[in-house]
């Protein structure tokens, strides 16, 4: 099934680390944002985007941003050449160079710690596949990056949060299933 959605923003997880800076004061911190082709399970279905889903992807402005918080300060931004995203084999990947503040010195020495060690993504769908039958999603196009942030607890705890409502998704298959069911009851008939 291929249609355009609403933009819903929706946030995902993966990892990150602070780089070690041999006698500079810069705090830069790497990670990959998401990475492509693995299977995420987000409690009702699973879900897998795509090697190409950032292919035409609005990445302008994003920002990098702590638990995806509005009321927090901007980590760093691509519209200053602060963030850096770069899609490579494995996914988007990121590299950041935070400004001296204390906001950012603190989350810079959490990520050293290895207290703080996930990243996500806050994003809208332009393109999707569901697969009914095996319950999972494939992002095949992202329309627009709103943020890339440095996590503390995974979101995928709270999918319903961050996803589309369960109850859609099971009315969507269950949609589905009688569409199929009917299929093949006229294939039946027509074959007689």
């Not at 929706?10 to 070690?20: G, K």
């Not at 638990?67 to 931004?77: E, S, V």
């Not at 963030?83 to 990121?94: P, Q, R, S, V």
């Not at 329309?143 to 009315?171: C, G, I, M, N, W």
């Amino acid at each position: 099934m291929n249609k355009v959605e609403k933009a819903i923003k929706e946030i995902r997880i993966s990892e990150l680390r602070a780089l070690q800076q041999e006698e500079s004061t810069e705090m830069i911190i790497e990670g990959y944002a998401t990475v492509f082709e693995t299977e995420t399970d987000l409690g009702y279905y699973k879900e897998i985007i795509s090697r190409d889903a950032f292919n035409n992807c609005n990445m302008k402005d994003c920002v990098l941003k702590y638990n995806h918080n509005d009321n927090c300060f901007i980590l760093a931004r691509t519209r200053n050449k602060s963030l850096e995203l770069t899609i490579d084999n494995k996914g988007l990947k990121i590299r950041a160079k935070l400004i001296d503040t204390q906001n950012n010195k603190d989350i810079y020495k959490m990520i050293q710690a290895g207290l703080l060690d996930k990243m996500s993504i806050a994003f809208s769908v332009k393109k999707q596949e569901w697969d009914y039958e095996n319950d999972l999603r494939r992002i095949t196009e992202i329309e627009q990056l709103f943020d890339v942030s440095v996590v503390d607890v995974p979101a995928y705890e709270t999918t319903e949060v961050y996803a589309r409502s369960k109850e859609k998704f099971e009315k969507e298959k269950e949609n589905y299933q009688n569409l199929k069911l009917e299929k093949r009851k006229l294939k039946l008939t027509l074959s007689l």
